[in-house]
T-cell receptor, first 112, second 114 residues
Framework: DTAVSQTPKYLVTQMGNDKSIKCEQN?????MYWYKQDSKKFLKIMFS???????INETVPNRFSPKSPDKAHLNLHINSLELGDSAVYFC???????????FGEGSRLTVL | QKEVEQNSGPLSVPEGAIASLNCTYS??????FFWYRQYSGKSPELIMF????GDKEDGRFTAQLNKASQYVSLLIRDSQPSDSATYLC??????????????FGTGTLLAVQP
């Protein structure tokens, strides 16, 4: 069983569209994250939830809206996609917001 | 100054040699330090963490921490071609009244030559 799974793995879409990425973890962790990795491989935190509560909300455009229906799931919705949103988005989880993160396989978003 | 700095490389070492990867951080209050490995096209995976000054060994990997110098390193002994990857240094970033967050460096690309 995959510990942290994300869907879809690839998204190709036009500017202005809206898209969602889903993430699920079966590790029993209480903290989940979204990270963005750009073309230069820099991995930057976007959001974090602990037991469904938003605990980290970085300086991210409000076109990005995370949602955690329960502590095993964390979704990311992006409105009005822009070219600069093209990146790989990683979901991760950890026990108790430690630095020991388990990453999903990533979702590569390409905005045309 | 960036919060976590690494030389982007590539660092090229011959098979069997020791690879030394270095990282500096700017927050003197940081207490927890991590090394992640990321193969091309894959997700990062945790390989080492260190919380105390000194060395911590795990198989062929040794993490070294010097809090006074705000420096953390990863040594890979007997480097193998399968060690070729990007190594990401990460530091728990603490701010008063705010939630801790894990900040990554830009990574060092290691290439082990057969």
């Amino acid at each position: 069983d995959t510990a942290v799974s994300q869907t879809p793995k690839y998204l190709v879409t036009q500017m202005g569209n809206d898209k969602s990425i889903k993430c699920e973890q079966n590790l029993g962790h209480d903290t989940m994250y979204w990270y963005k990795q750009d073309s230069k491989k820099f991995l930057k935190i976007m959001f974090s939830y602990n037991n469904k509560e938003l605990i980290i909300n970085e300086t991210v455009p409000n076109r990005f809206s995370p949602k955690s229906p329960d502590k095993a799931h964390l979704n990311l919705h992006i409105n009005s996609l822009e070219l600069g949103d093209s990146a790989v988005y990683f979901c991760a989880s950890s026990p108790h917001n430690t630095g020991e993160l388990f990453f999903g396989e990533g979702s590569r978003l390409t905005v045309l | 100054q960036k919060e976590v700095e690494q030389n982007s490389g590539p660092l090229s070492v011959p098979e069997g040699a020791i690879a030394s990867l270095n990282c500096t951080y700017s927050d003197r209050g940081s207490q927890s330090f991590f090394w992640y490995r990321q193969y091309s096209g894959k997700s990062p995976e945790l390989i080492m963490f260190i919380y105390s000054n000194g060395d911590k060994e795990d198989g062929r990997f040794t993490a070294q921490l010097n809090k006074a110098s705000q420096y953390v390193s990863l040594l890979i002994r007997d480097s193998q071609p399968s060690d070729s990857a990007t190594y990401l240094c990460a530091v728990i970033w603490k701010r008063s009244g705010a939630t801790n967050k894990l900040i990554f460096g830009t990574g060092t690309l290691l290439a082990v030559q057969p």
